[in-house]
């Protein structure tokens, strides 16, 4: 196990507006901030997302299987911020409903808001997360100091 410790800093709340892109508004919000480390809590809906919902089979490297939410899903969704190479990345998970419909992944590529996306971001202060390459999975993993 590997660790690193921090205190909370600041505390953001974002509204994201129906059509908007959630995934590239916080993005964009969090480098804006300079938030090099912290948590994101989000509810709200989203249509036309991609999630990445496993691998295709359970070996290493890793092959992801995606799957599309096309039409409005509810979801609720966490993350983290760690940094990335060209400065403050985000890793978002969702699970999004619809119906008796449901997906579970990880949020990648482009999404649209529907209606409303809420979103919490707790800062971490005082904390280092960089991504390292890991030679097993081929995936740029957190190598906390």
Not at 34 to 48: L, Q
Not at 95 to 106: E, I, K, N, P, Y
Not at 108 to 137: H, S, W
Request: with cysteine; hydrophobic share 40%; glycine share 10%.
């Amino acid at each position: 196990m590997k660790y690193t410790s921090g205190t909370c800093g600041r505390i953001f709340y974002l509204h994201i507006e129906h059509g908007e892109d959630p995934i590239q508004t916080m993005n964009a919000f969090v480098r804006e901030h300079e938030i090099k480390a912290g948590i994101i809590h989000f509810i709200g809906a989203v249509k036309n997302a991609k999630l990445v919902t496993g691998p295709e089979v359970d070996h290493l490297p890793p092959i992801p299987h995606s799957e599309s939410v096309v039409l409005a899903h509810e979801l609720i969704g966490t993350g983290f911020i760690r940094t990335g190479d060209d400065g403050p990345a985000i890793h978002l998970h969702i699970s999004a409903g619809r119906r008796d419909q449901v997906l579970t992944g990880c949020l990648r590529g482009e999404a649209k808001a529907f209606i409303l996306v809420e979103v919490m971001i707790i800062e971490c202060q005082g904390m280092n997360i960089p991504m390292i390459y890991n030679k097993d999975t081929k995936l740029m993993l957190p190598a906390p100091k």
